[in-house]
Nanobody
Framework: VQLQASGGGLVQAGDSLRLSCAAS????????VGWFRQGPGKEREFVAL????????NYADSVKGRFTISRDNAKNLVYLQMNTLKPEDTAVYFC????????????????WGQGTLVTVSS
């Protein structure tokens, strides 16, 4: 499966953004998907994940209550709705997919998109 992340941009603190992860070349519903981010000078960190069916989700504590992950398997899309953005959310956001059980560990994912930059100004 190939992944393409989009939707990033420059926003102010408190604003919202919705990121999209589009999949191609594979049966998307067979893949669990995770969102990860890497801020300036930081290591890549887990943000959110969603199971193949969309029933199970999980979030990093830093985004819980502000971000929502969802998917539309008919359209081969996964979304990350980000509300009440903070300057510390500034990062390149990546979506990733794996064909087995979902995980919050980046090294468990086989397929990665190219990343989309989110910049939150104070």
């Amino acid at each position: 499966v190939q992944l393409q992340a989009s939707g990033g941009g420059l926003v102010q603190a408190g604003d919202s953004l919705r990121l999209s992860c589009a999949a191609s070349r594979g049966t998307f519903s067979n893949y669990a998907v995770g969102w990860f981010r890497q801020g300036p000078g930081k290591e890549r960190e887990f943000v959110a994940l969603i199971s193949q069916s969309g029933i199970s989700t999980n979030y990093a504590d830093s985004v819980k209550g502000r971000f929502t992950i969802s998917r539309d398997n008919a359209k081969n899309l996964v979304y990350l709705q980000m509300n009440t953005l903070k300057p510390e959310d500034t990062a390149v956001y990546f979506c990733a997919a794996r064909s087995t059980f979902y995980s919050s560990r980046a090294e468990m994912y086989d397929h990665w998109g190219q990343g989309t930059l989110v910049t939150v100004s104070s």
